[in-house]
């Protein structure tokens, strides 16, 4: 059965970084574009970092441009999301998300905190 779990996330203080991992098991994620969203309670879920399928190119929301950095290991089968200098305003639950014409599947979040 295809799934996608997450998990990293914690407690970190302002300035602090975060890596979070999205490992899939039952489909190899090279075949599927794989973007990380976060949703804040109240507010829509965004999406804030994307690696393409096959090519790697990658493409990060202005509010995490600079600070955060997607990737992925084919071997693990599993995407990274590594945060940098992280704010306050980074506070939310972060999915992993896997899509491909065909298909779709969505891990089930794991809580970031940033907070002193």
């Known amino acids: 059965q295809e799934r996608l779990v997450e998990s990293g996330g914690g407690l970190v203080q302002p300035g602090g970084s975060l890596r979070l991992s999205c490992t899939a098991s039952?489909?190899?994620?090279?075949?599927?574009?794989m973007t990380w969203f976060r949703q804040i309670p109240g507010r829509a879920r965004e999406g804030i970092a994307c690696i393409s399928a096959y090519e790697d190119d990658t493409y990060y929301a202005d509010s995490v441009k600079g600070r955060f950095t997607i990737s992925r290991d084919t071997v693990q089968n599993t995407v990274y999301l590594q945060m940098n200098n992280l704010k306050p305003e980074d506070t939310a639950v972060y999915y992993c998300n896997a899509a491909n014409v065909a298909s779709r599947y969505w891990g089930r979040g794991t809580q970031v905190t940033v907070s002193s």
């Open positions: 039952g489909f190899e994620l090279v075949y599927y574009a």
